[in-house]
């Protein structure tokens, strides 16, 4: 059988993970009575909930006598490590582009590790039947971006194609009325235009690209065989990163056909699989033959950028609602997630915490999400970016960053990331829309989405991507500017005491919310802290007042969701995840001896 290996590459949210479903769908993969959910290869709850992929999926369809292993990549830059590793194992890309939203930073930053690797394109643009649809000025846009990364000739030819995924049609024309219910287009251009896998004739080489983990058989490896051939119970050599050799069994080997992952006893040079059987296996080694040791060249992997603490909850209330409270669970669980993500770091701090190293706020939040569900109760502290020293300089990572927000909070925008150091690099006006390009410390941005969203009243789209380290900035950025209340007493929330702070600033909780001193109850409305008693009742006396007592009318306190809190602590405080709570906290807890320890910082 034929075999033609193809990553499906794009911006978050242009439609990849749709695409594949239809593609899936409409080439008779699944039994004409298989019942399947949509966005199939999302196959995480926090992945179906925000509508994006996380993790690198593997798929493959059976199409005119041609297998066709698909990749369905992570869009956001925060998991960009594995895009860039995925590049390795195919010969071709489908790079989907949203058919009115066009290039995006993302877009330029899958492209960009595609034609390094000098994988051949293919374009399709997605949502061709959105009624404000521009697909010749978005082609204009993708040839543009090919010349700006320095595509060569031949892979600035292109074949177009024009789809809308959650419709299932497409067609070779840009006329939304040339829309056809099916897929063959873009299955045809595959399986015509992308080569067949490049292989070399020898022994076997086998190089991991992606890690998974299962409690069965332990860590796996996912990669493409190079050459030569691997059967089931062989032994083989593994080449370490480290240049040793480490020999072992192949226990388990698995190909991968629509959404599930079967075993196989043998397969040979061009197949994608997973391997079984070396418990420590690291993305970059490289398995052959025993006696033909010849090792690939070691595959990167993105350094972390951004570092935070996580600790066992010291909270007066824990315990009170997860299953998994000790230092033991914890660390169990922080290491088992470094078996299958190789861009996180975990390592032991003082006092029953741990320093977590990651991509980005996304790729520490959603391991933080994961946690709660599963019934963890943690502490963590505000996210820092990793300073690294380069020939004696002190260096910080940045980022390139582009924004779209309509044109009346521009300067509200402008004027917030000029604070943070922010470096414009462009601006450009599109139908009463405004393209900001930055570029800015990563610490710039911590805590600046919930201000961004807030300032353009949630129509503003956010991108940014890690750019390199430059010399450190000693300018103070990324604390929050505005002081916070913080409870005094333990107890449960009066709607009278809420109703006597209103005008002190916005409110964080309703009344009889269980409240521990030192709990962050609301945002004040000055740069300062404030101690409040949100606890305190009315104080009731036999005598009728003249005037009838009025119902307290609240408003309505402000959501805390997972991703907000990380955004909106200081480094003085801590945010406390339990299954059912996100809560604020200062790290000292108590009023009197937090107060001593700010009289001496200032001092």
């Known amino acids: 059988?034929?075999?033609?290996?193809?990553?499906?590459?794009?911006?978050?949210?242009?439609?990849?993970?749709?695409?594949?479903?239809?593609?899936?769908?409409?080439?008779?993969?699944?039994?004409?009575?298989?019942?399947?959910?949509?966005?199939?290869?999302?196959?995480?709850?926090?992945?179906?909930?925000?509508?994006?992929?996380?993790?690198?999926?593997?798929?493959?369809?059976?199409?005119?006598?041609?297998?066709?292993?698909?990749?369905?990549?992570?869009?956001?830059?925060?998991?960009?490590?594995?895009?860039?590793?995925?590049?390795?194992?195919?010969?071709?890309?489908?790079?989907?582009?949203?058919?009115?939203?066009?290039?995006?930073?993302?877009?330029?930053?899958?492209?960009?590790?595609?034609?390094?690797?000098?994988?051949?394109?293919?374009?399709?643009?997605?949502?061709?039947?959105?009624?404000?649809?521009?697909?010749?000025?978005?082609?204009?846009?993708?040839?543009?971006?090919?010349i700006e990364l320095g595509a060569d000739i031949e892979q600035l030819e292109f074949p177009i194609i024009y789809a809308s995924g959650l419709a299932g049609t497409s067609s070779f024309d840009a006329d939304v009325a040339t829309q056809q219910p099916t897929m063959d287009p873009i299955l045809d251009t595959v399986v015509n235009y992308i080569p067949s896998p490049k292989v070399s004739e020898g022994t076997l080489q086998f190089q991991p690209a992606l890690l998974d983990y299962n409690d069965f058989v332990g860590r796996i490896g996912i990669g493409l065989i190079k050459r030569g051939s691997m059967k089931v119970n062989s032994t083989v050599s593994c080449v370490r990163l480290d240049g040793s050799i480490k020999q072992f069994r192949i226990q388990k080997m698995f190909g991968f056909i629509g959404l599930k992952r079967i075993e196989i006893e043998e397969a040979h040079a061009g197949d994608i699989v997973a391997i079984a059987g070396l418990p420590d296996i690291s993305v970059g080694e490289t398995v052959c033959e025993v006696g033909h040791e010849e090792a690939l060249p070691v595959l990167r992997i993105d350094e972390p950028t951004l570092q935070m603490k996580f600790g066992v909850n010291s909270s007066p209330f824990s315990g009170k609602d997860g299953k998994f409270l000790t230092a033991r669970k914890i660390e169990e669980r922080l290491f088992k997630e470094t078996e299958k993500d190789v861009s996180l770091k975990v390592e032991q701090a003082e006092n029953e915490s741990w320093i977590v190293s990651g991509r980005g706020e996304l790729h520490l939040g959603i391991l933080i999400e994961n946690m709660r569900r599963e019934g963890f109760e943690l502490q963590v502290s505000k996210p820092e970016v990793i300073i690294k020293e380069i020939d004696g300089v002190k260096c910080e990572p940045f980022e390139e960053l582009q924004i779209e927000c309509p044109e009346e909070s521009v300067g509200n925008v402008i004027e917030k990331?000029?604070?943070?150091?922010?470096?414009?690099?462009?601006?450009?006006?599109?139908?009463?829309?405004?393209?900001?390009?930055?570029?800015?410390?990563?610490?710039?941005?911590?805590?600046?989405?919930?201000?961004?969203?807030?300032?353009?009243?949630?129509?503003?789209?956010?991108?940014?991507?890690?750019?390199?380290?430059?010399?450190?900035?000693?300018?103070?950025?990324?604390?929050?500017?505005?002081?916070?209340?913080?409870?005094?007493?333990?107890?449960?929330?009066?709607?009278?005491?809420?109703?006597?702070?209103?005008?002190?600033?916005?409110?964080?909780?309703?009344?009889?919310?269980?409240?521990?001193?030192?709990?962050?109850?609301?945002?004040?409305?000055?740069?300062?802290?404030?101690?409040?008693?949100?606890?305190?009742?009315?104080?009731?006396?036999?005598?009728?007042?003249?005037?009838?007592?009025?119902?307290?009318?609240?408003?309505?306190?402000r959501l805390i969701t997972l991703e907000y809190a990380l955004d909106y602590i200081n480094s003085d405080e801590l945010v406390e995840v339990t299954p059912n709570h996100i809560r604020l906290r200062k790290k000292i807890l108590n009023t009197n001896e937090r107060k001593k320890f700010d009289s001496r910082k200032t001092a």
């Open 1 to 146: 059988m034929k075999i033609r290996n193809i990553a499906i590459i794009a911006h978050v949210d242009h439609g990849k993970t749709t695409l594949v479903d239809k593609l899936l769908q409409m080439s008779g993969t699944f039994r004409v009575n298989e019942e399947v959910q949509e966005r199939v290869m999302d196959s995480n709850d926090i992945e179906r909930e925000r509508g994006i992929t996380i993790l690198a999926k593997t798929t493959a369809i059976d199409y005119k006598g041609t297998r066709i292993n698909i990749l369905d990549t992570p869009g956001h830059a925060d998991f960009g490590g594995e895009v860039e590793r995925i590049m390795n194992m195919v010969d071709g890309v489908l790079l989907i582009v949203d058919a009115y939203e066009g290039t995006m930073p993302q877009t330029r930053f899958v492209l960009k590790k595609a034609l390094e690797a000098g994988v051949i394109p293919i374009l399709v643009v997605n949502k061709i039947d959105k009624p404000t649809a521009r697909p010749k000025e978005v082609v204009e846009e993708v040839y543009d971006l090919f």
């Open 417 to 557: 990331l000029g604070v943070r150091g922010a470096i414009m690099e462009n601006m450009t006006n599109y139908n009463g829309l405004v393209r900001l390009l930055y570029t800015i410390p990563s610490r710039g941005l911590i805590g600046f989405t919930t201000d961004f969203m807030t300032m353009t009243k949630g129509y503003g789209i956010i991108n940014h991507t890690f750019k390199e380290y430059r010399p450190y900035e000693t300018v103070d950025i990324g604390e929050r500017s505005l002081g916070v209340l913080v409870s005094m007493e333990n107890g449960k929330s009066t709607a009278y005491a809420l109703g006597q702070l209103e005008d002190r600033g916005i409110m964080f909780v309703e009344p009889g919310e269980d409240i521990y001193e030192g709990m962050i109850v609301g945002e004040h409305t000055r740069d300062n802290d404030l101690a409040v008693n949100i606890v305190k009742g009315k104080n009731l006396t036999n005598t009728r007042s003249a005037g009838k007592d009025h119902t307290v009318v609240l408003k309505r306190p």
